[in-house]
């Protein structure tokens, strides 16, 4: 089993930005695929961001630019770089991980985080 604690969230204002961490445990980080999701009020399940263990990484075309995903291997942990915050990027933040790069396509990821909230005030 692989655990997930997720730190960072909070409250900033519309062009702010926030950097949030997943550390990961309970398995060989580097060999794992990390991910992060977000649900933002009375709307589904999305995927924001995605890095492979080989580091490469993708981005959800409402993010990219302004969002950024990396790891750090030696810590065990995964980052979301947060910049030009706009309202909308309000939502419940998850972090996710699994042994296959391709369970973020469907979703199905076998490790999740409890959720951190972000909220962007404008």
């Known amino acids: 089993q692989v655990q997930l604690v997720e730190s960072g969230g909070g409250l900033v204002q519309a062009g702010g930005s926030l950097t949030l961490s997943c550390a990961a445990s309970g398995s060989t980080f580097s060999i794992l695929a990390m991910g992060w999701y977000r649900q933002p009020p009375g709307k589904q399940r999305e995927l924001v961001a995605v890095?492979?263990?080989?580091?490469?990484?993708k981005h959800a075309d409402s993010v990219q630019g302004r969002f950024t995903i990396s790891r750090d291997n030696a810590k065990n942990t995964v980052y979301l770089q947060m910049n030009s915050l706009k309202p909308e990027d309000t939502a419940l933040y998850y972090c996710a991980a699994d042994h296959f790069e391709y369970a973020f396509t469907s979703g199905r990821v076998n490790y999740w985080g409890q959720g951190t909230r972000v909220t962007v005030s404008s």
């Open positions: 890095i492979g263990s080989d580091d490469i990484t």
